[in-house]
């Protein structure tokens, strides 16, 4: 799946303006999110890699200020190595010009790189040289008023011929996860309770 970037070749590699992240901030806090690690969220984030066989999965909650994951799954050591020997794994916030969730979130649809260096706007890009990474895979966390209130993402070392199924995958898995928060909102619930008061309405 290819990816064209719409800015001029001088500007590619500018983050693209996050008009929402205010507003957005305001209902992740109603949400209880946005700011701590979530064990749910960290749950779905290690499903997210399993279904994908993908060593980075994250659920990425934006604020003001740059991207924070309330859900983290990465793999237990950092898989590619500096030529010093020393190498990075991936934490729970990263400035907003680090890697391609906010391409994701101004676009408002799913974004698919089998092999980054393919592209000029992303090949530059920090986490490529600080993570090493290859490849990504990223869709939109749209509530039903169209706000993206984040993304559910994978990401590889290697090139991943992500396809047709991959795509169709991540994109289920933010609707499914989309669906959760919004419970979560109306029921005023923790995720986690949400989802249990859902099956006992269901079990009645």
Not at 65 to 77: E, K, N, R, V
Not at 187 to 199: F, K, N, S, T, V
Request: net charge neutral; proline share 9%.
């Amino acid at each position: 799946m290819s990816y064209d970037p719409p800015r001029p070749a001088g500007r590619l590699l500018l983050t693209p303006e996050d008009r929402q992240a205010p507003e957005r901030t305001r209902r992740l806090r109603r949400l209880g999110l946005g700011e701590h690690p979530d064990p749910e969220m960290d749950a779905f984030a290690r499903g997210l890699a399993e279904l994908t066989g993908a060593p980075y999965a994250v659920v990425n909650l934006p604020g003001e200020h740059g991207q924070f994951f309330a859900g983290l799954h990465t793999p237990g050591a950092a898989p590619v190595l500096r030529g010093d020997g020393t190498g990075a794994l991936l934490g729970r916030a990263l400035p907003r010009d680090h890697g391609f969730c906010p391409h994701v979130i101004a676009r408002g649809r799913a974004l698919v790189l089998e092999d980054v260096t393919d592209y000029p706007r992303f090949a530059g890009n920090a986490v490529v040289d600080e993570f090493g990474i290859r490849s990504y895979m990223g869709a939109p966390l749209t509530d039903g008023t169209g706000m993206v209130l984040g993304t559910v993402a994978v990401s590889d070392v290697r090139p991943r011929g992500w396809g047709q199924p991959g795509l169709a995958a991540i994109k289920a898995q933010a609707a499914e996860l989309a669906a959760r928060l919004e419970r979560r909102e109306s029921d005023g619930l923790p995720l986690w309770d949400a989802e249990r008061a859902q099956a006992r309405t269901g079990d009645a």
